[in-house]
């Protein structure tokens, strides 16, 4: 971003030597930037206005060293309701990311997270990664869970993958659930095995109604969104927050002086049955941490044709001790690279089996309960 923007006259309520500008006077209008006084003294009004634009400016003029003023503006209005509120929040999230030399705290990056989360995990990502963020992200990461179209999910797990943090194997397997899919022919058809591959889709953002919003900047929104691996889609269309399994960037468009967004900051409005991660996501990012293992599949698939109830029993009593076993050698090995810790290689030593059969005999005799 260029420090100078300035070539149209920009129309701002500016606080001048602490006072703001009456209602009934025009706004200043301004052909270049304030000082870095003037800027100051906006973020340290008490006018939630005035320190909107205070924010914006310190955006669009690349001032350093406001990250003070930043935090207090936006531990006073993150929970707040009202469109101003609402303002400040937006400004002051905008200038960190847009060019602040600080960062908010961790805890407060933890606070904003449910109104603004793609704001806050831009930010976590750009934060070094310690033992506080990664507990924070795993935090985060499960109140993610079966909400919206996932993409907050998938870029935080992308993030936890990245750190190689302590914790996040465990919370990937705590819901693994592998279906075993049976099925029963008459014994002329052939022992063939039916594989189908399915995948999550993604939804848009959702959309509100504009509202007017007198005497506040330009509204800056953002939205994560799944990037394409097409690397020219990429650079036109997004600007990257966190790569692979599940690429992550965000877009962000601002609109005009006087009116609040448009469109919710969050992927929550679109619903997905079932919701993200599917076990075929948590899969996805145990794969990516042990390139080489044999990882787990999330469902395996048996055609037995029928010679009585034994032979029945007995395949899938042997391919669901085939699944026992490579799941119990892909958890220790788990263990042994120190992804788990021991106290979790005993907690999911054994796996979570569902089996499923279909019984496409002509003449369907009762079968075996396999409990």
Do not use: C
Request: hydrophobic share 40%; charged share 20%; aromatic share 6%.
């Amino acid at each position: 971003m260029k420090a100078t923007v300035f070539g149209i006259a920009i129309l701002l309520p500016l606080l001048v030597a602490g006072q703001q500008v009456p209602d009934a006077t025009p706004a200043t209008q301004f052909q270049s930037a304030p000082s870095v006084a003037e800027v100051r003294m906006m973020l340290q009004s008490d006018d939630p206005i005035s320190q909107a634009w205070g924010a914006w400016w310190t955006a669009q003029a690349q001032m350093r060293a406001m990250g003070a003023f930043l935090q207090r503006n936006l531990e006073a209005h993150y929970q707040g309701r009202t469109l101003v509120d609402e303002a400040v929040m937006d400004q002051t999230l905008d200038a960190y990311i847009q060019n602040s030399d600080s960062l908010p705290p961790i805890e407060l990056l933890k606070s904003i997270y449910p109104r603004r989360p793609t704001q806050a995990i831009i930010l976590l990502s750009r934060t070094k990664p310690s033992p506080e963020v990664d507990a924070a992200l795993l935090q985060l990461l499960q109140t993610e869970e079966g909400l919206g179209t996932g993409v907050e999910w998938y870029a935080m797990a992308d993030l936890l993958l990245a750190h190689r943090a302590s914790g996040f194997a465990a919370s990937l397997l705590r819901k693994v659930k592998i279906t075993l899919r049976v099925t029963v022919t008459d014994p002329v058809e052939d022992n063939r095995v039916s594989v189908s591959i399915q995948g999550p889709s993604m939804g848009g953002e959702g959309s509100l109604g504009v509202t007017f919003a007198p005497g506040v900047p330009p509204w800056p929104l953002y939205t994560l969104l799944r990037v394409p691996e097409n690397q020219i889609v990429l650079q036109r269309s997004s600007t990257f927050v966190v790569s692979r399994p599940v690429s992550i960037g965000y877009n962000r468009r601002v609109g005009p002086a006087n009116n609040s967004p448009s469109e919710i900051q969050s992927s929550h409005g679109w619903r997905l049955v079932p919701g993200v991660p599917a076990t075929a996501d948590r899969l996805k990012y145990l794969a990516a941490m042990l390139p080489a293992a044999a990882v787990p599949r999330e469902s395996e698939y048996l055609s037995i044709p029928w010679a009585g109830p034994d032979r029945f029993i007995s395949e899938t009593k042997r391919l669901r001790e085939e699944i026992r076993q490579r799941y119990s050698n892909f958890v220790q090995t788990l263990r042994v690279k120190g992804l788990l810790t021991e106290q979790e290689t005993a907690n999911f030593q054994e796996p979570n089996i569902e089996i499923s059969v279909e019984d496409r005999r002509a003449a369907k005799a009762p079968l075996p309960d396999l409990k």
